[in-house]
């Protein structure tokens, strides 16, 4: 069985002007990382991480904590890619598309109980 997850994703989101800003800093290298974050909040239940889990983000980054946690405050406070309430932090744009995906399956749900 597989354990992987479906999220919507626009084509041209390397071209959107915050990624821009952001890859002007960070390259092709932040835009992975960028990539491989969002993948993590999609796998989490509320669609969130923590700010304080600076190693474990630097581990599945493959880089120093450090750079990990300027990477995201950057995207945080420079970039306007994530939003953070002092202790998770979270794309907006993840959360909307989860809210769509949910909307979807719960009107498909609906739709199958009245055909039984």
Known sequence: MKDAYYFSHDSNASRDPKMLEMRAVYGAEGYGWYWMIIEMMREQS???????????????????????????????????????????????SLLRRMDIRKEKSEKARQAALKRW
């Open 46 to 92: 509320d669609f969130m991480l923590s700010l304080c889990k600076r190693n474990a983000l630097a581990m599945h980054l493959q880089c120093d904590p450090d750079a990990a946690h300027k990477f995201v405050q950057d995207c945080i406070n420079e970039f306007e890619l994530f939003e953070t309430d002092g202790t998770y932090f979270w794309s907006n």
